[in-house]
């Protein structure tokens, strides 16, 4: 028991040192079946001291916001996101790449048909939000690209 209070509270201290690194307000990780979500307050904010809400089921499931400087590509139809045109490929995009506008992100399978997605932007590639192979709803987010 010990042993795993340690290693979540290393996995706890490297995401909040991620955060402070990219200056992020909140991060969402999911690692194996445990999900970590962080987010830093406003040092102005008032709060009353020891007022804890808990956050009811809606705030799971509630989408990270995005700096204004960050466009989110949403999902024009539902289907399954595959990273790459085929398993034995490599993805068409990965966190950190530059994109321009026109270039394929991904692809949705639906209706064994398969939809090439493209960059309605330029920027660089912030977060991949699917699971390769997830099925995404149309108005799902698939990534962030940072103007």
């Known amino acids: 028991m010990e042993d795993r209070y340690a290693e979540e509270t290393r996995i706890l201290r490297e995401l909040l040192d991620l955060m402070h690194e990219h200056d992020l307000e909140t ?3 999911k690692l ?3 999900v970590y979500e ?3 307050r406003d040092p102005n ?3 009353a001291p020891g007022h804890y809400s808990p956050p009811g089921p809606a705030a799971e499931d509630a989408p990270l916001a995005a700096p204004a400087n960050v466009t989110k590509v949403l999902a024009p139809l539902t289907g399954v996101f595959y990273r790459s045109a085929s398993p034995d490929s490599r993805p068409y995009v990965e966190v950190g790449d530059r994109v321009e506008s026109g270039d394929v992100l991904c692809v949705l399978e639906a209706m064994k ?4 997605i493209q960059s309605d ?17 149309q ?7 940072e103007r």
């Open 27 to 29: 991060l969402k990780i």
């Open 32 to 34: 194996g079946d445990t």
């Open 38 to 40: 962080l987010s830093r």
């Open 45 to 47: 904010a008032q709060s």
């Open 113 to 116: 048909l398969f939809n090439e």
């Open 121 to 137: 932007d330029s920027g660089t590639i912030l977060r991949v939000v699917p699971d390769n192979g997830e099925l995404v709803s």
């Open 139 to 145: 108005g799902d987010e698939l990534f962030w690209i």
